[in-house]
RNA sequence: GGCCCGUUGGAGAAGUGGCUUAACUCACCAGCCUUUCACGCUGGCAUUCAGGGGUUCGAAUCCCCUACGGGUCACCA
């Protein structure tokens, strides 16, 4: 495949979404694996609800996904702009050339005109639909229209009895009729492009050789297919990926959880998790391995591999990936990524010290084998911070009613005693001596400790929570606990 | 409703007419490891590919019908 060139094309209407993201994902993969380019074009022709604040938004979140791009509002490439509102005069230009053609022309139709067309429609038992009467108006028709002061809609003329074959690189040879679209906007009658039409002009303008985009836009390409026909345009490369569903099966959305990049990004997600999570969502390897960095990425994806059918967003295989890429991690990574969160919860202030960094970093080693987000740590904090013990239940309370707790706590006071510093490996060794010194078993010296320290019966490893409540902590939580007993 | 797309275990999937008595991964279950939990390791988990017809010596793979799910029919993209 020799000079591949893909766009994303996202309309700024909220914030980047994960089914967005996957699209932009694939069309740089797809990119990158050719040696081809990206172009980042922003569809911001609904000026209703397009924002300068979601552009940012999604620029963020790509870049933070790590997909990048060659051409595109932020870094300019020689066929900007590159937001469809700063082009509007090469629309129009094409409008008038296809109306000239006679395979377009004006439509002075008012809403409430078009919507009794509609109903008529109905009432017949037809299908509703535009009626075509502005079709062969006369100028003085025209003129008339305008004077009562109508603004025209420009209609792209759909020829009859047609059939637009669609050579979908996902989906195979895919075949609509001319005779099931009526004639449909191409032009606003604020002047502003519709999608179908604006897409075009800038696909090929911009050298476009591959558009991969949702499934849901299927059913437009037809039309798009049209208009590159009428303007005598080589039509690009189509692949329609599936669309990504919840739980339920039906089209991701809010009610399914967390729709957004930012969000997965706020809830402790790894870039790279997500990346990888999204390339399995309608694409495989054919191999054994569902681990997969972006380099990896590049390397293996293809078209053909690309699914057909709809996936399920999965939730509990993000957290596996998730969690599998914070095990990967260094400590000093997830550190770093955690205190956010930690300073957010207000387990950490602003400004944090050398030692609490440190102290992060324990309480970070201690639990980057269990955690699937970096979020769940605020769940762990409890075990850390605060003089009180609460038992999470009457098992727990049970395990320091044991014949052997006095003598196990004494020996454990004397040693935390005998220590300068507290730090887990010497804490490590000092267990295992109290275990060889009662000659008790494992759980007979570690159980009644942890509990009376944490009062949960399961958690970090033992040496791990010592240390990161220190000294001072530890004798306050014996007290508490004992003391309740 | 018309048109279009899809349907392999709870989820992602491999499979493109015989190598499949259907890979692999997540989840789940059991065991091992371990001071607990987790991690890790080992094993289990679809005689069957939505259902029904057909084509064929042979079908999850090709064709038809039905069912179900989804997309689209806007001066939204």
């Not at 179908?196 to 039309?223: G, K, W």
Request: glycine share 8%; hydrophobic share 40%; proline share 4%.
């Amino acid at each position: 495949m020799d000079n591949v060139k893909v766009r994303f094309a996202p309309s700024p209407t909220g914030p980047l979404h994960i089914g967005g993201a996957r699209s932009a994902l694939f069309n740089y993969l797809l990119a990158r694996r050719y040696g081809g380019k990206m172009v980042l074009r922003i569809e911001d022709t609904d000026l209703e609800r397009s924002s300068r604040q979601s552009e940012v938004n999604i620029i963020e979140s790509l870049k933070w996904l790590g997909i990048n791009w060659d051409e595109g509002p932020d870094v300019g490439g020689d066929f900007g702009p590159y937001r469809q509102t700063e082009r509007l005069n090469i629309y129009t230009n094409y409008a008038k050339e296809l109306i000239e053609k006679g395979l377009a022309y004006r439509c002075y139709c008012s809403e409430e005109e078009l919507e009794g067309q509609r109903q008529a429609f109905i009432a017949k038992g037809e299908l509703p639909r535009y009626s075509g009467c502005c079709r062969n108006l006369t100028k003085e028709q025209e003129e008339k229209f305008l004077q009562e002061g109508r603004k025209p809609v420009v209609r792209f003329k759909v020829p009859a009895d047609q059939l637009v074959v669609i050579d979908d690189l996902v989906r195979g040879t895919v075949t609509f009729e001319s005779n099931g679209i009526g004639d449909y906007v191409i032009i606003k009658s604020d002047g502003i492009p519709t999608y179908n039409f604006a897409a075009v002009i800038d696909d090929y303008l911009m050298q476009i050789t591959h558009v991969i985009r949702a499934e849901e836009h299927l059913s437009n390409t037809p039309r798009q297919v049209m208009v590159y026909e009428a303007l005598g345009w080589k039509l690009p490369k189509f692949a329609h990926i599936s669309l990504i569903l919840g739980k339920d099966k039906t089209k991701m959305s809010k009610r399914h959880g967390a729709t957004s990049v930012v969000q997965y990004k706020e809830q402790g997600y790894l870039p790279e998790a997500v990346v990888n999570f999204l390339a399995l969502l309608g694409w495989s390897s054919g191999g054994e391995e569902e681990i997969f960095t972006m380099e990896q990425l590049i390397e293996q994806f293809s078209l053909d591999r690309v699914a057909k059918n709809p996936a399920v967003f999965d939730m509990e295989k993000l957290k596996w990936i998730n969690g599998y890429y914070i095990r990967q991690s260094s400590v000093e990574r997830i550190t770093d990524l955690a205190i956010p969160f930690l300073q957010d919860a207000g387990y950490l202030p602003q400004d944090i010290t050398p030692e609490q960094y440190e102290w992060t970093k324990l309480v970070v080693t201690s639990v980057q084998e269990k955690i699937h987000s970096l979020q769940e740590i605020i769940d762990f904090m409890k075990l850390f911070v605060g003089e009180k013990v609460e038992f999470e239940n009457e098992e727990a309370k049970l395990v320091l009613k044991e014949e052997q707790v006095p003598r196990v706590i004494e020996a454990l006071r004397t040693k935390i005693n005998e220590m300068d510093i507290i730090e887990p490996e010497g804490v490590k060794k000092a267990l295992k001596a109290i275990t060889k010194e009662t000659k008790l078993g494992g759980r007979k010296v570690f159980m009644p400790i942890r509990v009376a320290l944490t009062g949960q019966m399961h958690g970090p490893d033992l040496h791990y929570i010592i240390a990161i409540l220190g000294k001072e902590l530890v004798e306050k939580r014996l007290k508490h606990t004992l003391s309740k007993n």
